[in-house]
């Protein structure tokens, strides 16, 4: 069985590196493009960032794979292979970054036999770096990370996203799950408009659950693994067994709040990341 440290400690390298370029560019004035919607924005560092690190990695590690993306956006297939795969987003929390609202981080998840192996999110503002490998535990710039264990979902603060899709039936679904969870009751809901950075959330304790629909892979694979070696369960909003594909997740600090999320949720329809004609993040930019 393959040790990916190498590969992990690699990626951390990179990604610190990367987030000079986001840090740099965070103050500057930039130039918006829209993608799948007026709310789906990608700017020159975006796809600056993802050309670093895809360059980074191929120079040391010719025979891996990626799924990028800014590639997706332009164009490239979206397949995940058993060969060691590399899905990055290079700025999660794009509106953030334009608008610079402090929440913007770099996400990498490495897959083996499609299975994540190690996680990196690294929060660039913030200036935290949290990772994780498969059976190693999850770690916040060096210290241990544990959910809070909660059971009780009326004692939980639950963080989900208004994402990008602005049809009837995405605000109703996304709106009146947001009215539901508030009415079981539960403490509190947030958004700080990152899907990696909110899971991480639920990693370290500070918040008890997290649950998106319409998000991609690359927002999630990375914090999937660091909710799971924190002790937590992501799963489907369904119920059942998570699949990044999918388009819906939820994290959560235990598995009967979770279920509970499970059943009080509903989903609104979108194509699967991997199948052929969904080009739900792509235009054709870059
Ligand atoms: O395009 P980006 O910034 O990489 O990612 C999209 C995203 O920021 O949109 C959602 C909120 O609208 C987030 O949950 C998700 O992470
Ligand atoms: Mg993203
Ligand atoms: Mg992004």
Known sequence: MANWTDCLNFGISIAKQASEVVLSAFQQHKEVKL???????????????????????RNRYPQHRFIGEESVAAGERLELTDSPTWIIDPIDGTVNFVHRFPFVAISIAFTFNKQIQFGIVYSCVEDKLFYAQRGGGAFLNGEPLYVSGQQD????????????????????????????????????????????????????????????????????????????????????????????MSRRVIAASSATVADRIAQVIQAFPCCRDDEDNCRCGATGVN
């Open 35 to 57: 993608k799948s919607s007026p709310a789906d924005l990608v700017t020159e560092t975006d796809q600056r960032v993802e050309k670093i690190l895809i360059s980074a990695i």
């Open 153 to 244: 979902i009326s004692r939980c603060v639950v963080v989900t996203e208004i994402g990008a899709e602005r049809d009837d039936v995405a605000l109703s679904t996304t709106t009146s799950n947001i009215c539901r969870l508030l009415k079981l009751p539960v403490h509190g809901v947030r958004a700080l408009g990152t899907a990696a950075v909110d899971m991480c959330q639920v990693a370290t304790g500070g918040a008890d659950a997290y649950y998106h629909i319409g998000m991609h892979c690359w927002d999630i694979a990375a914090s999937a693994i660091i909710v799971q070696e924190a002790g937590g369960v992501v799963m489907d909003t369904d119920g059942s067994e998570f699949d990044m």
